[in-house]
Every structure is written in C-alpha cells, then in structure tokens.
C-alpha cells in the first residue's frame, strides 16, 4: 500500500493518480493528448477545476445540506462555494489509499467513519488499462448495522477543444431555477445542442454513451454501466473545459417523489454495495 502520487503507464495512456487528496485522477493523457484537463500536482480535488475524482456517498446537490431516512434526520455541512447545500459528497475531500497491482491497474479506498454523514461505509476505486480504453469503477459498500441511502458518480472534467461538440442519448432534462443551479425543479426536452455554453443539468433517461471531440485532436467516447444511469452536463461560459458526469441518481434525489428507480438514491442493506463503471475510449480526430 502507498499513499500519494502514482502513476500508470500502459500502452498508449499515461494516468497519474492522487489518493491522498480526495482519490483524484490528476492527469490522463493517450498519445500525448491530454483526455482530461491537467490537474496541479499537491492540490486537493475540491480546490481545482482538473482531472476526475470521484462522487460518494451522493452525487451533486443535497438541498440545505437537510434529508430524513428511515426517521432519521440528517444536516451535512455545505463547503462555502456551494452554501447551503451540500455538494458531492465525502470522497473527493478524503484521504485514500493507492495499491497498485501493476502498470495497467490500481486500487484505491476509503473507509468513513460515521460523522456528519451517520453510516460507516467503504469506497473503492480500480482504475484499468486496456487497449485504447480506460475504466473506472466504483463501488460503495454500506458497513453499518443499518440500512443506509447511497449514490455514486464520477466527476471528469475534459478539454474543450476548438469546434467542441457532444452527442448523447437522453430522454430529458431537470430544469433549476437561475439563482440555484444543480437543483432540480422540473422535467423539461433536452436543448438540441448538448455543447452549448451554459448548461448545468443532470439528464435523465441516459443511453449509457456519449461521444465529444472538436475539428482536431481527440474524439472521445464515455460510456456508463451498472449503477451509472443519469449524465450530468456542464458547460460553463469562457472555459477551457467541460464536465459529462455519469451518475447514480438525479441531484437531490433524496428529497424528491415520484422518481424512477434509475434517478433515484438506493438504500443499501448492512454489506450491500452499489457499483457502476465509466469507460473512456480515445482515438484521433480525422
């Protein structure tokens, strides 16, 4: 076991990892082209907009930081950029451990003992190389005596290249209001660009594959398996990156009614674990 910086070199990818700072992938590179946009070796994953790291116990938004489960009421403190509301969960500002099997895989983990969040759960990350692809699953596993909500996601943040473009399948989309972006208030159609400027929306309804590239450089094909059922899309003005998100659930979908099994938050039995797998297939534009 070794904590820190390490780094994988199979094939054509070069990925290095940050496990002591939030779980982090700082960089991931294919031929010499960055697939993520380059992270700041030593910073935290909460404190750069860089790289992927991952979303646990939740995804996104929890709404005034306030949920009830099961009875029992719940207040998780916001991070100021975000206040009131919770964001993303634990994972990508806790410490984990780095194991390394070999060049083309990795392991890391985290254990939470229970605080604000009041369930003890694992959560593990196995990054793998093969051929011109690069996964990553993760998993939660509820370690508590009692039944606890669970989502999962993972959050990379990707080049916005020249000519940027994305195409996806997707039913709709969660409208929010200006002044709370990420919470959900509506179902609405999916905008017929999902590249323009502006969007900040979990979609629902989600094939399990999208495809984004620009005139030059990479075309990039992300798919979601298992658990990952919902895409978030943001596209902030001015950038020079981008976010496609695969997640478990829609955002706050703890304080919602009348979701689908596939937006909402599963309750994970003592043992039970939720997992999901995101891929990223590179190849070049041309």
């Known amino acids: 076991m070794t904590d820190g910086l390490q780094t994988l070199q199979s094939g054509d990818w070069s990925v290095e990892l940050d ?3 939030g779980g982090q992938i700082v960089q991931a590179d294919w031929r010499g082209h960055h ?5 700041i070796h030593g910073r935290d994953a909460a404190d750069q907009d860089a790289g992927c790291f991952p ?8 709404r005034g930081g306030q949920f009830v489960f099961n009875g029992r009421e719940v207040n998780l403190p916001p991070p100021e950029y975000a206040a009131p509301h919770a964001l993303h969960g634990a994972g990508w500002r806790a410490d984990w451990r780095v194991e390394l099997a070999g060049p083309d895989a990795a392991r890391m983990t985290f254990t939470h003992s229970p605080g604000a969040w009041p369930w003890r ?3 593990e990350q196995v990054l793998r190389v093969e051929g011109d692809a690069l996964s990553l699953t993760l998993t939660l596993t509820n370690l508590d005596a009692v039944s606890m909500p669970a989502g999962i996601g993972l959050h990379p943040y990707f080049v916005r290249p020249d000519g940027f473009w994305l195409k996806t399948g ?3 989309r969660w409208a929010s209001d200006t002044g709370e972006p990420g919470l959900p208030i509506r179902r609405e159609a999916a905008p017929p660009h999902l590249s323009a400027p502006g969007l900040d929306h979990c979609f629902y309804g989600w094939d399990g594959a999208a495809e984004f590239g620009g005139r030059e450089g990479l075309h990039l094909t992300l798919t979601g398996s298992g658990a990952l059922r919902n895409l978030v899309i943001y596209t902030p003005p001015g950038k020079s990156y981008f976010c496609a998100e695969p997640v478990s659930h829609v955002n706050d979908a703890i304080n919602m009614s009348g979701l689908a099994p596939q937006e909402s938050m599963s309750a994970l039995a ?13 190849r070049q534009a041309g």
């Open 19 to 21: 496990g002591a700072r």
């Open 35 to 39: 697939v993520l946009a380059p992270g």
């Open 55 to 62: 979303l646990v116990p939740f995804s996104n938004r929890i």
């Open 121 to 123: 759960y694992r959560a």
């Open 170 to 172: 997707v039913t709709g």
């Open 270 to 282: 003592p043992g039970e674990s939720l997992s999901g797998t995101m891929t990223l297939s590179a």
